[in-house]
């Protein structure tokens, strides 16, 4: 079995074959970090280049450190501090890095398709870490390593997301995700936050969160950005967790072995209730730190090829 | 290519029940040693040793695997990376003998790479080495403390060991490239 595109653009273009390689990959990296020397050679003397377009604490930091475990030397451009700011363009910005010999691409950017944007102008294998909101694939991989971890499989799993499904790019990645590996994925939020055609994609969607919560498996809650209200998307927080706000009362509608999952960071009171976040069926904490490895895999697995054939 | 089966489950037994005797043998007691199989088939004999070692000596040992894909040397060659098997050595080997458990030795860059994920996980008091069968044709300074079976091969032969845990059956296959058609070996 083997990864058989050279990039991570999207999970739309993966094989439920290619999806189960890389979470079994990440299962034995999580023994890397367990260690007390957090270290291996897999990757030395390739660099990989964060290159951070939009800000991003969590995922650049999850990404950096499984860089740093499989030792490749990394390089950290942000958006906030570099030549952008003087008004290159992104594919100038590339084709200035590329003459610094990368061997790989991290790149998070508000506009989907910055990858393919940039393919032409590198030799170097390419992670998307989120495009606009089109994908989001290693929150999706490490969304489905949790949940396999906790679950034992995707097949007939009732899976709800529930929240601003609009302009989420992590809801997208992991429908693409979970459907293809047999799971049954609901979605729910205000009918203003729910973008028309999402049935086409082999969801079901709904409004009616109580309804919704019922029998579910798995509950993953979408982060509400704050500035949202203020274009009107829904009157005001305090109702919004009136009617979408994951309580402990209403999460006794779903199977009594739960999960409750989030991509972070969380509003509290907002989207759930703190008992949630912090209560037994909550596996957040559990999403972050299987981001390392699942992180770890996709870059070994892209960039850790060697010769097939052991040689003894 | 001509193959040719060397050994079957009986004669593969039989040389791994001597292995086991002369451990036993060189380490009296076996006080404080632990067995560590090479994935992939270095860990099935690995646990082989071990119930002869117990069976003949009523010694138990511990068992681990090592995964040594991440400690690798030919990276850098076209390919895909490999199937990671994970490392899984639950007790401490600090202080300990260690004896590394592979199926093949060959040009010894396996046993490099094994030598340097085991000191990543701690530090032994000394490591030994054991494999089943010993082909030649080093490329790095490494020897076997206990050998199964010597084998002379020429560089462009094929050793395969195939077992139950593994393959469904226990056979030694010797593959070797037809005299005058000048394929070089990938190995």
């Given at each position: 079995?083997?990864?058989?595109?050279?990039?991570?653009?999207?999970?739309?273009?993966?094989?439920?074959?290619?999806?189960?390689?890389?979470?079994?990959?990440?299962?034995?990296?999580?023994?890397?970090?367990?260690?007390?020397?957090?270290?291996?050679?897999?990757?030395?003397?390739?660099?990989?280049?964060?290159?951070?377009?939009?800000?991003?604490?969590?995922?650049?930091?999850?990404?950096?450190?499984?860089?740093?475990?499989?030792?490749?030397?990394?390089?950290?451009?942000?958006a906030s501090t570099s030549s952008l700011q003087k008004g290159e363009s992104l594919v100038d910005t590339v084709l200035n890095?590329?003459?610094?010999?990368?061997?790989?691409?991290?790149?998070?950017?508000?506009?989907?398709?910055?990858?393919?944007?940039?393919?032409?102008?590198?030799?170097?294998?390419?992670?998307?870490?989120?495009?606009?909101?089109?994908?989001?694939?290693?929150?999706?991989?490490?969304?489905?390593?949790?949940?396999?971890?906790?679950?034992?499989?995707?097949?007939?799993?009732?899976?709800?997301?529930?929240?601003?499904?609009?302009?989420?790019?992590?809801?997208?990645?992991?429908?693409?995700?979970?459907?293809?590996?047999?799971?049954?994925?609901?979605?729910?939020?205000?009918?203003?936050?729910?973008?028309?055609?999402?049935?086409?994609?082999?969801?079901?969607?709904?409004?009616?969160?109580?309804?919704?919560?019922?029998?579910?498996?798995?509950?993953?809650?979408?982060?509400?950005?704050?500035?949202?209200?203020?274009?009107?998307?829904?009157?005001?927080?305090?109702?919004?967790?009136?009617?979408?706000?994951?309580?402990?009362?209403?999460?006794?509608?779903?199977?009594?072995?739960?999960?409750?999952?989030?991509?972070?960071?969380?509003?509290?009171?907002?989207?759930?209730?703190?008992?949630?976040?912090?209560?037994?069926?909550?596996?957040?904490?559990?999403?972050?730190?299987?981001?390392?490895?699942?992180?770890?895999?996709?870059?070994?697995?892209?960039?850790?090829?060697?010769?097939?054939?052991?040689?003894? | 290519m001509k193959r040719k089966k060397l050994f079957d489950a009986a004669g593969i037994q039989r040389s791994l029940g001597r292995?086991?005797?002369?451990?036993?043998?060189?380490?009296?007691?076996?006080?404080?040693?632990?067995?560590?199989?090479?994935?992939?088939?270095?860990?099935?004999?690995?646990?082989?040793?071990?119930?002869?070692?117990?069976?003949?000596?009523?010694?138990?040992?511990?068992?681990?695997?090592?995964?040594?894909?991440?400690?690798?040397?030919?990276?850098?060659?076209?390919?895909?990376?490999?199937?990671?098997?994970?490392?899984?050595?639950?007790?401490?080997?600090?202080?300990?003998?260690?004896?590394?458990?592979?199926?093949?030795?060959?040009?010894?860059?396996?046993?490099?790479?094994?030598?340097?994920?085991?000191?990543?996980?701690?530090?032994?008091?000394?490591?030994?080495?054991?494999v089943l069968v010993d082909r030649g044709h080093r490329e790095l300074p490494i020897q076997a403390d206990y050998v199964g079976?010597?084998?002379?091969?020429?560089?462009?032969?094929?050793?395969?060991?195939?077992?139950?845990?593994?393959?469904?059956?226990?056979?030694?296959?010797?593959?070797?490239?037809?005299?005058?058609?000048?394929?070089?070996?990938?190995?």
């Open positions: 079995m083997q990864m058989h595109q050279k990039d991570l653009v999207g999970i739309e273009s993966l094989s439920a074959q290619e999806i189960t390689l890389i979470l079994d990959t990440a299962d034995k990296m999580a023994e890397v970090s367990r260690r007390p020397l957090k270290k291996v050679p897999a990757l030395r003397g390739k660099m990989v280049v964060n290159l951070f377009f939009e800000n991003s604490t969590r995922t650049r930091s999850s990404f950096e450190i499984a860089e740093k475990r499989l030792s490749a030397d990394t390089l950290n451009f942000s890095l590329e003459r610094m010999q990368p061997d790989c691409y991290v790149m998070r950017h508000g506009s989907p398709g910055a990858c393919q944007l940039i393919r032409p102008f590198t030799k170097a294998v390419l992670i998307n870490a989120g495009d606009g909101a089109h994908e989001h694939p290693t929150q999706a991989l490490l969304d489905a390593h949790t949940i396999r971890q906790k679950k034992g499989g995707f097949r007939g799993l009732e899976v709800l997301i529930a929240g601003d499904i609009a302009h989420s790019r992590v809801v997208r990645s992991n429908i693409f995700l979970l459907t293809k590996m047999g799971a049954k994925v609901t979605l729910c939020g205000p009918a203003t936050m729910l973008p028309p055609h999402l049935d086409s994609l082999g969801v079901r969607v709904t409004s009616d969160f109580d309804r919704a919560l019922e029998g579910k498996d798995v509950v993953m809650m979408l982060r509400i950005q704050l500035e949202r209200q203020r274009k009107g998307l829904f009157p005001s927080l305090l109702e919004y967790y009136k009617y979408f706000g994951l309580t402990e009362e209403r999460l006794k509608r779903a199977d009594k072995d739960v999960i409750v999952m989030h991509p972070g960071p969380i509003n509290r009171g907002v989207e759930m209730a703190s008992e949630v976040a912090d209560g037994p069926y909550s596996v957040i904490l559990d999403q972050v730190e299987n981001g390392v490895s699942v992180r770890m895999a996709i870059l070994y697995l892209l960039l850790g090829g060697g010769d097939d054939e052991a040689s003894h | 292995l086991a005797l002369e451990v036993a043998e060189r380490l009296h007691g076996c006080q404080d040693v632990v067995l560590i199989g090479i994935h992939r088939r270095g860990v099935p004999l690995a646990r082989r040793v071990a119930k002869a070692l117990e069976k003949a000596e009523n010694i138990v040992l511990p068992v681990g695997a090592l995964d040594i894909n991440l400690y690798r040397d030919d990276f850098s060659s076209v390919g895909t990376a490999p199937v990671l098997r994970g490392t899984q050595v639950e007790f401490p080997i600090e202080g300990k003998t260690v004896i590394l458990v592979d199926d093949v030795l060959f040009t010894g860059r396996t046993i490099r790479a094994a030598l340097d994920a085991l000191v990543d996980i701690g530090r032994p008091a000394r490591v030994q080495l054991a079976l010597s084998l002379s091969t020429r560089r462009e032969d094929h050793v395969e060991l195939r077992l139950k845990e593994i393959d469904g059956e226990d056979s030694l296959i010797l593959e070797s490239p037809e005299s005058g058609a000048g394929k070089r070996g990938k190995r």
